[in-house]
């Protein structure tokens, strides 16, 4: 407690303001709420601003409302939803793919040193390589249906996935796995009480960052080989200057990565309650 | 013979070639069973090495380890150990974190549910004698580190081990919490005829709760001396108030510093006040 008690209500407010800035401080919900409104608020009102100004031609720059009308014209004539399910089919499908393997082989390297030793180098060299590259040869191989789609964003999150996964699995702490085998845990105990319940959390984070990249492969594979879909819809817009419309898309994509975001970050709370108790 | 646990000609050195590091030279021991030793040594003399190697978490360079005649091969049930930093499991409740071997024997075999009532019996007891009922449904991360670590001993103590194996368990809990768990810790060895090795920093709790106090001394890692405790089985707060506990404390203090190879060097400590002084002088 600080001795001298702020007596004017001016001296009350540069305290708040203060306590605000704090090193790791803390932030009531309603102040970051408003903070929160205030960093999405303040680039739309500068965007708004921009495009009512008449600085930069409305083919480049369409403004707020013609990019709300577009996305009204898109939903009532051009199927929007077709698009908005089609590309979150493919994230979903390919994501999931990708999930279903990358998590017991990145338990297993994170768990067994041969493992590790056989396969991180490998998974490392090949998580360089740019996905984009492999484009021509999936079409080659795979075809141009949905599933080379699919194929598209499973390379691109598969290898970091492996990685990411294989080090929530490295950082368990020892003394949890060493207690566990002083209460006579064998191994496959050890992995299904300890490693993988400790791991879990940091787990459906490394999910949720890896959904993010998904997102962005499906606009790669979409602008490259697909006749549906919001990055497709992209593409095609940029050919008929539908500038609007290339507004649209993105921030419709956005929208969905956010929800989904926060889908994830609900599942953390509601799943790991112990991590939020204190 | 009576021993519960033979240490025998016990080596380990970590890392290889020139540049290992020799954490256990040339240790004999002999505890017998229900005895309670307890291990001294300045920092780095190899007592966690010593431990871990009983409970089978490190393999030693050689020499053995014998358990009741046997040579211990890796961890066991029989050996249940406390660890110097938290090991509980953050994810399960105080109550669930206790009865963690419970879970993993009822995985394995078919228990009749007078055996899980017995087992839950004990980890209701357990709870009472730690002080610990009212957070039972609390998760570790909402506790004090003392309390914390009052639950990893009541894990530990929920299957009935022969040997508790304890490395500066009580290190995180203030005095009074300390006498109380000395105390408890006496008593369950008593009443249950634990035989427990017992690692810590303070000379004053190795005397009051150990019936050997064993000096270790370091580089290499080795036994220096051991000390009969001749306190009376009963102990009681007060004997620390004694003259022979305090002659007893002072021998050891003593035996430890000069194998430590650490004193205070006078002489540094004036010449830095006398730089101070000076540069405070010339400004
Ligand atoms: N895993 C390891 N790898 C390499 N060296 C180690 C390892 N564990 C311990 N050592 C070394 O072995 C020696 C003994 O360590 P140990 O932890 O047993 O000492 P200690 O007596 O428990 O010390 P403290 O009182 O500080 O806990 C130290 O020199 C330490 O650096
Ligand atoms: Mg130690």
């Given at each position: 407690?600080?001795?001298?008690k702020p007596t004017?209500?001016?001296?009350?407010l540069?305290?708040?303001?203060?306590?605000?800035?704090?090193i790791?401080?803390?932030?009531?919900?309603r102040t970051?709420?408003?903070?929160?409104?205030?960093?999405?608020?303040?680039p739309?009102?500068?965007?708004?601003?921009?495009?009512v100004?008449?600085?930069?031609?409305k083919v480049f720059?369409?403004?707020?409302a013609?990019?709300?009308?577009?996305?009204?014209?898109?939903?009532?004539e051009?199927?929007?939803?077709?698009?908005?399910w089609?590309?979150?089919?493919?994230?979903?499908?390919?994501?999931?793919?990708?999930a279903v393997?990358a998590?017991?082989?990145?338990?297993?390297i994170?768990?067994y040193?041969?493992?590790q030793a056989?396969?991180?180098?490998?998974?490392?060299?090949?998580r360089?390589m740019?996905?984009v590259a492999?484009?021509?040869?999936?079409?080659l191989?795979?075809?141009?249906?949905?599933?080379?789609?699919?194929?598209?964003?499973?390379i691109?999150?598969?290898?970091?996935?492996?990685l990411?996964?294989?080090?929530?699995?490295?950082?368990?702490p020892?003394?949890?796995?060493?207690?566990?085998?002083?209460?006579g845990a064998?191994?496959?105990?050890?992995?299904?009480?300890?490693?993988v319940p400790?791991?879990?959390?940091a787990?459906?984070?490394?999910?949720?960052?890896?959904?993010?990249?998904?997102?962005?492969?499906l606009?790669?594979?979409?602008?490259?080989?697909?006749n549906s879909?919001l990055?497709?819809?992209?593409l095609?817009?940029?050919?008929?200057?539908?500038?609007?419309?290339?507004?649209?898309?993105?921030?419709l994509?956005?929208l969905i990565?956010?929800?989904?975001?926060?889908?994830?970050?609900?599942?953390h709370r509601?799943?790991?309650?112990?991590?939020?108790?204190? | 013979?009576?021993?519960k646990i033979?240490i025998?000609?016990?080596?380990?050195?970590?890392?290889?070639g020139?540049?290992?590091?020799?954490a256990l030279?040339?240790?004999n021991l002999d505890i017998?069973?229900?005895?309670?030793?307890t291990?001294?040594?300045?920092s780095?003399?190899?007592k966690?090495?010593l431990l871990?190697?009983?409970?089978?978490?490190?393999?030693?360079?050689?020499?053995s380890?014998?358990?009741?005649?046997?040579?211990?091969?890796?961890p066991?049930?029989?050996?249940a150990?406390?660890f110097?930093?938290?090991?509980?499991?953050?994810?399960?409740?105080?109550?669930?974190?206790?009865?963690f071997?419970?879970?993993?024997?009822?995985?394995?075999?078919?228990?009749?549910s007078?055996?899980v009532?017995?087992?839950?019996?004990?980890a209701?007891a357990?709870?009472?004698?730690?002080g610990?009922?009212?957070?039972c449904?609390a998760?570790?991360?909402?506790?004090?580190?003392?309390?914390?670590?009052?639950?990893?001993?009541?894990r530990?103590?929920?299957?009935?081990?022969?040997i508790?194996l304890?490395?500066?368990?009580?290190?995180?809990?203030?005095?009074?919490?300390?006498?109380?768990m000395?105390?408890l810790?006496l008593?369950?060895?008593?009443?249950e005829k634990?035989?427990?090795?017992?690692?810590?920093?303070d000379?004053?709790?190795?005397?009051y709760?150990?019936?050997?106090v064993?000096?270790?001394?370091?580089?290499?890692?080795?036994i220096?001396?051991?000390?009969?405790?001749e306190?009376?089985?009963?102990?009681?707060?007060?004997m620390?108030?004694s003259?022979?506990?305090?002659?007893?404390?002072k021998?050891?203090?003593h035996?430890i510093?000069?194998?430590a190879?650490?004193?205070t060097d006078?002489?540094?400590?004036?010449?830095m006040t006398r730089?101070?002084e000076?540069?405070?002088d010339k400004?």
């Amino acid at each position: 407690m600080s001795a001298a008690k702020p007596t004017s209500s001016l001296e009350r407010l540069c305290a708040a303001w203060c306590r605000l800035w704090m090193i790791r401080g803390h932030l009531s919900r309603r102040t970051y709420l408003m903070f929160a409104l205030v960093g999405l608020l303040f680039p739309l009102a500068v965007w708004w601003g921009v495009s009512v100004s008449g600085w930069m031609d409305k083919v480049f720059m369409p403004g707020p409302a013609d990019v709300l009308s577009r996305t009204y014209v898109w939903f009532k004539e051009d199927d929007l939803m077709h698009d908005v399910w089609i590309s979150t089919y493919r994230v979903i499908a390919g994501f999931s793919l990708s999930a279903v393997l990358a998590i017991p082989l990145g338990l297993m390297i994170g768990t067994y040193r041969p493992v590790q030793a056989m396969l991180e180098p490998l998974t490392d060299f090949i998580r360089y390589m740019p996905a984009v590259a492999f484009i021509p040869l999936v079409m080659l191989w795979v075809g141009i249906d949905e599933s080379s789609k699919i194929a598209i964003i499973f390379i691109g999150t598969f290898f970091q996935m492996v990685l990411m996964v294989a080090e929530d699995v490295r950082r368990v702490p020892i003394t949890q796995i060493e207690a566990a085998q002083t209460m006579g845990a064998n191994r496959r105990e050890i992995v299904s009480l300890v490693i993988v319940p400790s791991a879990k959390p940091a787990l459906l984070d490394t999910l949720r960052v890896t959904m993010g990249w998904a997102w962005t492969y499906l606009v790669v594979a979409e602008l490259v080989a697909a006749n549906s879909g919001l990055g497709y819809s992209i593409l095609r817009a940029q050919r008929f200057m539908q500038t609007d419309k290339i507004f649209a898309g993105i921030i419709l994509i956005g929208l969905i990565g956010l929800a989904i975001d926060q889908l994830f970050r609900w599942l953390h709370r509601k799943n790991f309650p112990w991590m939020y108790k204190k | 013979m009576d021993n519960k646990i033979s240490i025998k000609a016990a080596h380990k050195t970590f890392g290889e070639g020139e540049r290992g590091i020799v954490a256990l030279q040339g240790v004999n021991l002999d505890i017998a069973r229900n005895e309670f030793v307890t291990f001294v040594g300045a920092s780095g003399c190899g007592k966690s090495t010593l431990l871990r190697c009983i409970g089978g978490l490190e393999t030693l360079s050689s020499g053995s380890i014998e358990v009741d005649g046997v040579p211990i091969s890796g961890p066991g049930v029989d050996r249940a150990m406390v660890f110097q930093h938290y090991s509980l499991y953050p994810w399960l409740t105080v109550m669930d974190n206790i009865k963690f071997t419970r879970k993993l024997q009822a995985g394995r075999e078919d228990l009749t549910s007078a055996d899980v009532e017995a087992a839950s019996g004990r980890a209701d007891a357990l709870l009472d004698l730690m002080g610990l009922t009212h957070v039972c449904d609390a998760y570790p991360n909402q506790l004090s580190g003392g309390m914390q670590q009052r639950v990893a001993i009541a894990r530990a103590l929920l299957p009935r081990p022969q040997i508790l194996l304890m490395d500066e368990p009580f290190g995180a809990l203030d005095a009074q919490t300390r006498e109380v768990m000395h105390d408890l810790i006496l008593h369950v060895s008593k009443l249950e005829k634990t035989t427990i090795v017992f690692v810590t920093h303070d000379v004053e709790e190795a005397i009051y709760l150990g019936q050997r106090v064993v000096v270790m001394a370091p580089r290499p890692g080795r036994i220096d001396s051991i000390y009969p405790v001749e306190l009376p089985a009963k102990r009681d707060q007060d004997m620390k108030l004694s003259p022979e506990f305090m002659q007893q404390k002072k021998a050891i203090l003593h035996r430890i510093r000069e194998t430590a190879g650490m004193r205070t060097d006078y002489e540094l400590l004036e010449r830095m006040t006398r730089q101070a002084e000076q540069q405070k002088d010339k400004q």
